[in-house]
Protein backbone atom coordinates (compact mmCIF):
# COMPACT_ATOMS: atom_id res chain seq x y z
CA UNK A 1 0.00 0.00 0.00
CA UNK A 2 1.49 3.06 -0.94
CA UNK A 3 1.81 5.79 1.82
CA UNK A 4 1.00 9.78 1.17
CA UNK A 5 3.43 12.04 2.61
CA UNK A 6 1.93 15.95 3.48
CA UNK A 7 4.80 18.05 3.39
CA UNK A 8 4.87 19.99 6.18
CA UNK A 9 4.33 24.27 5.88
CA UNK A 10 7.58 26.02 6.32
CA UNK A 11 7.35 29.20 8.13
CA UNK A 12 7.41 32.92 6.47
CA UNK A 13 10.49 34.48 7.12
CA UNK A 14 9.67 37.87 8.04
CA UNK A 15 12.39 40.90 7.08
CA UNK A 16 14.04 42.68 10.01
CA UNK A 17 11.78 45.74 8.01
CA UNK A 18 8.83 43.56 8.56
CA UNK A 19 9.29 42.56 12.18
CA UNK A 20 10.58 46.31 13.19
CA UNK A 21 7.03 47.53 11.68
CA UNK A 22 5.16 44.96 13.07
CA UNK A 23 6.84 46.29 17.06
CA UNK A 24 5.99 49.80 15.88
CA UNK A 25 2.24 48.85 15.26
CA UNK A 26 2.15 47.33 18.51
CA UNK A 27 3.91 49.95 20.24
CA UNK A 28 1.59 52.30 18.60
CA UNK A 29 -1.96 50.13 19.53
CA UNK A 30 -0.71 50.20 23.07
CA UNK A 31 -0.18 53.86 23.47
CA UNK A 32 -3.91 54.34 21.94
CA UNK A 33 -5.17 51.95 24.20
CA UNK A 34 -3.30 53.56 27.15
CA UNK A 35 -4.32 56.67 25.83
CA UNK A 36 -7.92 56.05 25.40
CA UNK A 37 -8.14 54.26 29.22
CA UNK A 38 -6.76 57.26 30.84
CA UNK A 39 -9.67 59.51 28.89
CA UNK A 40 -12.07 57.03 30.22
CA UNK A 41 -10.66 57.31 33.28
CA UNK A 42 -10.47 61.01 32.87
CA UNK A 43 -14.03 60.95 31.87
CA UNK A 44 -15.10 58.13 34.80
CA UNK A 45 -14.07 61.03 37.41
CA UNK A 46 -15.32 64.33 35.98
CA UNK A 47 -18.91 62.20 35.78
CA UNK A 48 -18.49 60.79 39.78
CA UNK A 49 -17.31 64.60 39.90
CA UNK A 50 -20.58 66.08 38.26
CA UNK A 51 -22.53 63.14 40.56
CA UNK A 52 -20.74 64.52 43.77
CA UNK A 53 -21.84 68.12 42.52
CA UNK A 54 -25.51 66.89 41.35
CA UNK A 55 -25.67 65.12 44.76
CA UNK A 56 -24.32 68.42 47.06
CA UNK A 57 -26.52 70.99 44.65
CA UNK A 58 -29.76 68.31 45.56
CA UNK A 59 -28.95 68.26 49.30
CA UNK A 60 -28.36 72.05 49.30
CA UNK A 61 -31.63 72.69 47.54
CA UNK A 62 -33.16 70.38 49.89
CA UNK A 63 -32.01 72.01 52.74
CA UNK A 64 -33.23 75.64 51.15
CA UNK A 65 -36.43 74.40 50.64
CA UNK A 66 -36.71 72.68 54.43
CA UNK A 67 -35.86 76.36 55.65
CA UNK A 68 -38.20 78.06 53.05
CA UNK A 69 -40.93 75.95 54.76
CA UNK A 70 -39.54 76.60 57.92
CA UNK A 71 -39.59 80.54 57.42
CA UNK A 72 -43.01 79.72 55.85
CA UNK A 73 -44.32 78.25 58.44
CA UNK A 74 -42.68 80.96 61.30
CA UNK A 75 -44.48 83.58 58.94
CA UNK A 76 -47.86 81.97 59.63
CA UNK A 77 -47.11 82.13 63.00
CA UNK A 78 -46.05 85.70 62.95
CA UNK A 79 -49.48 85.99 60.85
CA UNK A 80 -51.52 84.64 63.37
CA UNK A 81 -49.77 85.98 66.60
CA UNK A 82 -50.02 89.14 64.28
CA UNK A 83 -54.20 88.73 63.85
CA UNK A 84 -54.67 87.57 67.37
CA UNK A 85 -52.92 90.54 69.03
CA UNK A 86 -54.91 92.74 66.46
CA UNK A 87 -58.33 91.24 67.72
CA UNK A 88 -57.24 91.51 71.08
CA UNK A 89 -56.59 95.50 70.52
CA UNK A 90 -60.13 96.10 68.86
CA UNK A 91 -61.45 93.79 71.98
CA UNK A 92 -59.45 96.25 74.52
CA UNK A 93 -60.92 99.44 71.72
CA UNK A 94 -64.29 97.73 72.37
CA UNK A 95 -64.53 97.84 75.77
CA UNK A 96 -62.64 101.65 75.54
CA UNK A 97 -66.01 102.35 73.19
CA UNK A 98 -68.06 101.40 75.94
CA UNK A 99 -66.87 104.00 77.91
CA UNK A 100 -65.64 106.69 75.36
CA UNK A 101 -69.08 108.30 76.08
CA UNK A 102 -67.78 108.82 79.53
CA UNK A 103 -64.43 109.91 78.54
CA UNK A 104 -65.53 112.88 75.93
CA UNK A 105 -68.13 113.80 78.75
CA UNK A 106 -65.65 113.88 81.91
CA UNK A 107 -61.87 114.27 80.22
CA UNK A 108 -62.16 116.01 76.71
CA UNK A 109 -64.99 118.29 76.80
CA UNK A 110 -63.55 120.57 79.73
CA UNK A 111 -60.13 120.72 78.53
CA UNK A 112 -61.10 121.35 74.44
CA UNK A 113 -61.59 124.60 74.82
CA UNK A 114 -58.79 125.02 76.74
CA UNK A 115 -56.53 123.30 73.64
CA UNK A 116 -58.15 124.89 70.77
CA UNK A 117 -57.70 128.52 72.69
CA UNK A 118 -53.41 127.53 71.92
CA UNK A 119 -54.59 127.41 68.27
CA UNK A 120 -56.42 131.06 68.58
CA UNK A 121 -60.13 129.55 69.00
CA UNK A 122 -61.91 131.48 71.69
CA UNK A 123 -65.48 129.49 72.23
CA UNK A 124 -67.33 130.11 75.27
CA UNK A 125 -69.82 127.46 75.28
CA UNK A 126 -69.46 123.59 75.12
CA UNK A 127 -71.79 120.99 75.10
CA UNK A 128 -72.03 117.34 74.18
CA UNK A 129 -74.50 114.72 72.67
CA UNK A 130 -76.22 117.49 71.10
CA UNK A 131 -79.26 117.31 68.75
CA UNK A 132 -79.29 119.99 66.02
CA UNK A 133 -82.22 121.01 64.62
CA UNK A 134 -83.53 123.68 62.11
CA UNK A 135 -85.63 126.33 62.01
CA UNK A 136 -88.41 124.37 61.75
CA UNK A 137 -87.33 121.65 64.23
CA UNK A 138 -86.75 118.97 61.91
CA UNK A 139 -83.77 116.96 63.10
CA UNK A 140 -80.93 117.36 61.42
CA UNK A 141 -77.69 115.62 62.71
CA UNK A 142 -76.57 114.61 66.08
CA UNK A 143 -73.19 115.66 67.49
CA UNK A 144 -70.96 114.53 69.77
CA UNK A 145 -69.14 117.75 70.89
CA UNK A 146 -70.51 121.32 69.53
CA UNK A 147 -68.15 124.37 70.48
CA UNK A 148 -69.71 127.87 70.14
CA UNK A 149 -68.89 131.68 70.24
CA UNK A 150 -70.21 134.28 68.37
CA UNK A 151 -69.27 133.53 64.47
CA UNK A 152 -67.56 130.23 64.79
CA UNK A 153 -69.33 126.45 65.69
CA UNK A 154 -66.98 123.85 65.63
CA UNK A 155 -68.52 120.39 65.44
CA UNK A 156 -66.86 117.57 66.76
CA UNK A 157 -67.61 113.87 65.56
CA UNK A 158 -66.16 111.38 68.37
CA UNK A 159 -64.67 107.87 67.76
CA UNK A 160 -62.77 104.83 69.51
CA UNK A 161 -61.47 103.95 66.50
CA UNK A 162 -62.71 106.51 63.34
CA UNK A 163 -62.50 104.80 59.68
CA UNK A 164 -62.74 106.51 56.59
CA UNK A 165 -66.40 105.77 56.21
CA UNK A 166 -67.00 107.98 59.69
CA UNK A 167 -65.11 110.95 57.80
CA UNK A 168 -67.50 110.93 54.94
CA UNK A 169 -70.22 110.87 57.15
CA UNK A 170 -69.10 114.07 58.89
CA UNK A 171 -68.69 115.59 55.58
CA UNK A 172 -72.23 114.87 54.95
CA UNK A 173 -73.03 115.84 58.72
CA UNK A 174 -71.22 119.19 58.00
CA UNK A 175 -72.96 120.26 54.79
CA UNK A 176 -76.36 119.81 56.15
CA UNK A 177 -75.82 121.69 58.94
CA UNK A 178 -74.73 124.89 57.04
CA UNK A 179 -77.53 124.52 54.48
CA UNK A 180 -80.00 124.03 57.14
CA UNK A 181 -79.22 125.25 60.30
CA UNK A 182 -80.94 128.59 60.72
CA UNK A 183 -77.71 130.84 61.15
CA UNK A 184 -78.69 134.00 59.61
CA UNK A 185 -75.24 135.49 59.99
CA UNK A 186 -73.44 135.19 56.45
CA UNK A 187 -69.90 135.15 58.11
CA UNK A 188 -71.33 132.40 60.58
CA UNK A 189 -68.11 129.61 59.84
CA UNK A 190 -68.83 125.92 60.25
CA UNK A 191 -65.78 124.25 61.19
CA UNK A 192 -65.03 120.51 61.85
CA UNK A 193 -62.86 118.33 64.08
CA UNK A 194 -62.77 114.43 64.35
CA UNK A 195 -61.51 112.69 67.98
CA UNK A 196 -60.48 109.41 68.46
CA UNK A 197 -58.23 106.96 70.44
CA UNK A 198 -56.86 105.17 67.69
CA UNK A 199 -55.96 106.54 64.39
CA UNK A 200 -55.38 104.86 61.17
CA UNK A 201 -52.43 106.93 59.03
CA UNK A 202 -54.55 106.98 56.25
CA UNK A 203 -57.52 108.08 57.81
CA UNK A 204 -56.07 110.84 59.69
CA UNK A 205 -54.90 111.38 55.97
CA UNK A 206 -58.09 111.94 55.12
CA UNK A 207 -59.09 114.08 57.67
CA UNK A 208 -56.62 116.34 56.70
CA UNK A 209 -57.79 116.49 53.10
CA UNK A 210 -60.85 117.08 54.40
CA UNK A 211 -60.36 120.29 56.29
CA UNK A 212 -60.65 118.68 59.47
CA UNK A 213 -58.73 119.25 62.90
CA UNK A 214 -57.72 115.60 64.51
CA UNK A 215 -57.66 114.97 68.25
CA UNK A 216 -55.50 112.04 69.46
CA UNK A 217 -54.61 110.96 73.00
CA UNK A 218 -51.05 112.34 74.00
CA UNK A 219 -50.00 110.92 77.70
CA UNK A 220 -52.62 111.91 80.00
CA UNK A 221 -54.35 114.33 77.90
CA UNK A 222 -55.06 114.79 74.27
CA UNK A 223 -53.10 116.89 71.18
CA UNK A 224 -55.58 118.59 68.09
CA UNK A 225 -53.11 118.23 64.78
CA UNK A 226 -54.33 120.72 62.14
CA UNK A 227 -54.07 120.46 58.43
CA UNK A 228 -51.09 121.09 57.22
CA UNK A 229 -49.66 121.46 53.56
CA UNK A 230 -50.74 120.67 51.38
CA UNK A 231 -53.97 120.47 53.04
CA UNK A 232 -55.67 123.46 54.95
CA UNK A 233 -59.13 123.94 57.54
CA UNK A 234 -62.02 124.08 55.51
CA UNK A 235 -64.79 126.57 56.81
CA UNK A 236 -68.53 125.05 56.07
Excluded: C
Amino acid sequence: METTTIPTPVPETKTFEQLWAIVQETITIQKETARRMEETDRQMKETARRMEETDRQMKETDRQMKETDRQMKETDRQMKETDRRMKETDRQIGSLGNRFGEMVEHMVLPNLIAKFKELGFVFTKATSGRVIEDLNRKHLAEVDIVLEDGDKTMIVEVKSKPGVEDIKEHIKRMEKIRINSGTIEKNHKYLGAVAGIVFAKNVKEYAFKNGFYVVVPSGESFQIHVPEEPYSVKEW
